[in-house]
């Protein structure tokens, strides 16, 4: 990262995940919209998840990039400017249900394929194939449980990760 | 036109007659021929320009000149590719704009097709809003919503782009569409506790310095501003592009701020207990240090854009909404304030640090601007293109009335004043116009002086000839031990000789004794546009000054005795 981008995403210390749920108008060309906000203030986005709303409409945009606090505000003014966009809202961690999902390709052989079943089992993953040599598992939970999931299954050899990236809801009656 | 439209070109142009559209700056090219060709029976004027960023300019200063968005029409591809500084200049200075490109059929798009350029996606960080138009039907919901977005809240250019099969294709939809922008937000409720909190503030304040800027013209705020002012009794200094929303001339004013701004505005901003912004960003022309900037002072920002609110300056108060109501609310609440000391104490500061140059040692552009102002009593619309003519300008015609100052300000674009003018002339017809330019900038769209011809405007061009590029010098000669790399602007035409070509009438100005008299002469010739040559002295240097990245504590209202650090801000 060169040192322009550090002054504009913040220094390491005061840098952490922020989650944004964009809800926009279904129309092409939105996302390069709201990711050239992001971009040219020097955030990587870690994830994004973009899905089909209830009616069709609208699109709900679920994006988790790392930066520090006030530049995290100043993208969200900038993409709730868009005319495409809704609304743009970060929930803080209380208000709001996050989930996200993996799935993992791990090297299973007959001497450790049963320890593997028994960490599997009790992360409550499911096994999708099974073959002599490897699993291919799906996690789904916090992004903590999946990342301990992971951190876990390590030393069996992980041959390939995909994940999802983080989904939201917000609790109760509020509208995410 | 029949009433009814029967193609998607029908409705479009039918569209735009409906929002009063009176004039297109376009340039014509294969995919726009359906619309060209509808254009043909409309009652909208066409102004053929040279050359499609001229278009650009032209709207833009149109646009600033009454109030009402400019449009543009050029074809697909490079067509609408030189299109692009001219809406990024208008987005800069929230420019209200409409861009109307050509497009490859959509059986053709993403195929590279015959000049086909993905002007969506290219366009996308300098529009408001942008629409590819899938559907002739589409029209009439997709030009109201255009113009609403384009001259509402923060005003801003929006692009629309047109494949040719759309434009051509079968009409068959109603021509009263509604808009469909749910995400579409104008601030428009004060917030009445801040306004209390603003009033709070200023009440308090013994030292307060009003700060207005572009925001301020495009809300229509300059009485209410002017009321505050003059019932709180504090000083007004302007931005560059504020120029005009609140009299330079009135006894409050402080006249421009910034890296080329008064000495007495800028050392106020040092010394000021209090700083109110109307529709200013902050941005690094005024603020080239924000840790140093207005150190002490409360800042209260007064934005519609709520995205521009803590952008740069984190503002003790604010308002997000319209600054005409804000002004209008907040006078309800405050107090005659008892500034008397603090007006004195600028008072003198300012007959300490005047604007000033010497009349004698060669032909200087001040001394052009100075007589300018003088002859046309400070009535005139003035354009300017960008550099040390434009600063000069800005200190020395002195602006009262709203829209009568166009420049390009956060982009900075060379060749925007010529076109601009040509705008602004067919905007504001009886008033005279003036175009400030410098030989550089000129030579960027000189091309369209075939337009003014065609259109027998009588603008008067002014061109400051020192054949620099003079503010880069400028900088080479103060921070770069002078080392003139890359601006010296030889093999400049004859401009006379130029203008001749065109047919247009040119006048020659080489000595300062002669500048009332050509300025006359010039100033009374109404036949069409004429040009003035004036071959001013070539190394002049525009103070005051604050070196980029410094704060206002660093003025230099003359040439620096000591030798100077590189500047730390980035132009």
């Given at each position: 990262m060169s040192k322009k981008n550090e002054i504009i995403a913040g220094?390491?210390?005061?840098?952490a995940s922020h989650t944004i749920s964009i809800y926009v108008?279904?129309?092409?060309g939105v996302l390069v919209r709201v990711a050239q906000v992001f971009a040219r203030r020097g955030f990587n986005i870690d994830s994004l998840v973009v899905s089909s709303g209830m009616d069709g409409k609208f699109s709900r945009m679920t994006i988790t990039a790392q930066g520090n606090p006030e530049n995290i505000e100043q993208i969200k003014k900038h993409v709730s400017k868009l005319?495409?966009?809704i609304n743009a809202i970060e929930h803080t961690n209380l208000d709001v249900i996050e989930k996200e999902m993996t799935l993992v390709k791990i090297a299973a052989n007959n001497s450790s394929r049963t320890e593997l079943l028994q960490l599997i089992g009790h992360f409550k993953g499911e096994t999708l194939d099974f073959t002599d040599s490897s699993l291919i598992v799906q996690i789904a939970g916090s992004t903590e449980k999946l990342n301990a999931f992971l951190s876990l299954a390590q030393r069996f050899g992980i041959l390939e990760i995909v994940r999802t990236g983080k989904i939201s809801i917000a609790r109760g009656k509020e509208l995410t | 036109m029949p009433k009814i439209p029967k193609t998607g070109a029908e409705a479009l142009i039918r569209c735009l007659e409906k929002e009063g559209v009176e004039y297109i700056f376009g340039y014509p090219g294969g995919s726009v021929i359906p619309i060209f060709d509808v254009l043909y029976d409309s009652t909208i004027k066409l102004?053929?320009?040279?050359?499609e960023q001229g278009a650009s300019h032209m709207a833009d200063g149109y646009a600033r000149a009454c109030g009402k968005p400019g449009v543009v029409l050029v074809t697909s591809g490079p067509g609408a590719t030189n299109t692009i500084t001219g809406v990024f200049n208008a987005h800069m200075d929230s420019v209200p704009m409409i861009v109307l490109t050509g497009q490859t059929t959509q059986s053709g798009?993403?195929?590279?097709?015959?000049?086909?350029?993905d002007i969506f996606d290219i366009s996308m960080p300098v529009v408001k809003h942008s629409y590819l138009v899938r559907?002739?039907?589409d029209f009439p919901r997709i030009v109201r919503e255009a113009f609403h977005i384009a001259l509402t809240g923060r005003p801003g250019p929006v692009l629309i782009d047109i494949p040719k099969d759309v434009a051509s294709g079968d009409f068959t939809g109603t021509m009263n569409a509604e808009m469909d922008i749910p995400g579409y937000k104008i601030?428009?409720?004060?917030?009445n506790d801040e306004i209390l909190k603003i009033a709070g503030h200023l009440n308090r304040s013994q030292r307060p310095l009003l700060l207005v800027g572009h925001g301020a013209i495009i809300a229509r705020a300059t009485v209410e501003i002017k009321s505050l002012a003059e019932k709180l009794q504090a000083p007004v200094a302007n931005t560059m592009l504020g120029?005009?929303?609140?009299?330079?001339?009135?006894?409050l004013s402080l006249g421009m701020i910034g890296m080329h701004g008064t000495a007495y505005a800028n050392i106020a901003l040092t010394k000021c207990d209090l700083i109110m912004s109307?529709?200013?960003?902050?941005?690094d022309r005024i603020n080239g240090d924000n840790a140093r900037f207005a150190p002490g002072a409360i800042k209260i920002h007064i934005d519609?854009?709520?995205?521009?609110?803590?952008?740069i300056v984190k503002p003790d108060a604010m308002i997000i909404g319209d600054c005409r109501q804000a002004a209008d609310e907040l006078l309800k609440h405050i107090n005659t304030l008892n500034t008397r000391t603090w007006l004195r104490e600028l008072n003198i500061i300012r007959k300490k640090n005047p604007l000033r140059y010497k009349k004698q040692g060669g032909l200087k552009v001040q001394h052009i601007v100075d007589e300018l102002y003088d002859l046309t009593k400070g009535q005139a619309v003035i354009c300017t293109d960008v550099g040390q003519h434009q600063m000069w300008t800005s200190q020395y015609?002195?602006?009262?009335?709203?829209?009568t100052w166009i420049s390009s300000g956060?982009?900075?674009?060379?060749?925007?004043g010529f076109p601009a003018a040509i705008g602004a002339k067919i905007a504001r017809p009886t008033k005279t116009v003036c175009v400030i330019s410098g030989d550089g900038g000129f030579q960027m769209t000189m091309m369209e002086l075939a337009t003014a011809k065609n259109l027998n405007l009588p603008l008067k061009i002014i061109i400051m000839d020192n054949k620099y590029l003079g503010m880069v010098r400028q900088w080479q000669d103060l921070f770069?031990?002078?080392?003139?790399?890359?601006?010296t602007l030889d093999g400049n035409p004859d401009f006379i000789k130029l203008a001749e070509s065109y047919g247009i009438k040119g006048f020659r100005l080489k000595r300062s004794a002669d500048v009332k008299k050509i300025l006359s002469l010039a100033l009374a010739y109404n036949d069409g546009p004429c040009v003035i040559h004036a071959d001013v002295v070539r190394e002049e240097n525009v103070y005051p000054m604050i070196p980029?990245?410094?704060?206002?504590?660093?003025?230099?209202?003359?040439?620096?005795k000591r030798k100077l650090e590189k500047p730390t801000g980035s132009t």
């Open positions: 220094t390491e210390e005061n840098c108008a279904n129309k092409p005319v495409d966009v | 102004v053929l320009t040279r050359h798009l993403g195929k590279d097709a015959f000049q086909e350029a559907d002739p039907n601030p428009n409720e004060l917030d120029k005009g929303g609140f009299p330079e001339t009135h006894p109307f529709g200013s960003r902050w941005d519609i854009d709520p995205a521009e609110i803590g952008k015609y002195l602006i009262d009335e709203p829209d956060g982009a900075g674009t060379m060749g925007f770069f031990d002078n080392r003139l790399s890359g601006v980029a990245g410094k704060s206002a504590e660093h003025l230099m209202t003359e040439r620096p």
